[in-house]
């Protein structure tokens, strides 16, 4: 059995519009899924899921009906092995730490914006994978990188408690007792010292 996993892509910076793939392999006959109202840290109600919109179901070739429970929940009844995959749309205009950002010069996200949970297998890992990126943009994140553009949360949990930023930045590293430090800092240009990126 693969791994739970997301593409995570630009759609329309313009339009501040990321387009999410979940792919959920081996989905129980009953599968439900949701996004959290609230983000780590923030004890707030987000209600995150009044920005995703477009939500679909496949498995294999045959497109499946979804049923909402609430303004967060969803289910979808599945039948054999196949890979679940759900397509949707999140709009990110939200400048702040909590939620989702996106426009043409930089981007911002929380798993909790973006990333469905899968009900019954939150403890599994979960691969992200950041597609149609301009060229010029770095990322900045605290999750395991499998790649440039690919990361892995040992759960759910973890996943949603790494945010990315996306972009053009500054970042410096320094050490203190011992343990290395990454500083990003969204909105200053990348720095060169004549031969390459600091």
């Not at 950002?101 to 996200?109: E, H, I, K």
């Not at 914006?113 to 939150?122: A, F, I, M, N, Q």
Request: proline share 4%.
């Amino acid at each position: 059995m693969g791994q739970i996993s997301y593409r995570v892509e630009i759609e329309d910076a313009h339009a501040h519009a990321f387009a999410v793939t979940l792919t959920v392999p081996a989905p129980a006959a009953l599968q439900q899924l949701s996004l959290p109202a609230w983000i780590p840290g923030s004890y707030l109600l987000r209600e995150f899921a009044r920005h995703l919109s477009g939500l679909t179901a496949r498995q294999g070739s045959r497109e499946l009906a979804l049923e909402q429970l609430d303004k967060a929940t969803w289910q979808v009844r599945c039948s054999g092995r196949a890979a679940l995959v759900l397509r949707y749309r999140v709009h990110a205009f939200d400048n702040s730490v909590r939620a989702a950002w996106l426009d043409a010069q930089r981007g911002f996200f929380n798993g909790t914006s973006l990333c469905l949970r899968v009900h019954g297998r939150e403890q599994e890992a979960h691969q992200l994978e950041l597609v149609r990126l301009p060229a010029d943009w770095q990322v900045a994140t605290a999750m395991p990188a499998l790649g440039a553009t690919r990361f892995e949360a040992a759960d759910y949990d973890e996943l949603v408690d790494h945010p990315f930023e996306l972009g053009r930045f500054w970042q410096g590293r320094f050490s203190a007792g011992g343990v290395e430090h990454r500083v990003v800092v969204s909105g200053a240009l990348p720095v060169f010292d004549g031969e390459r990126l600091l």
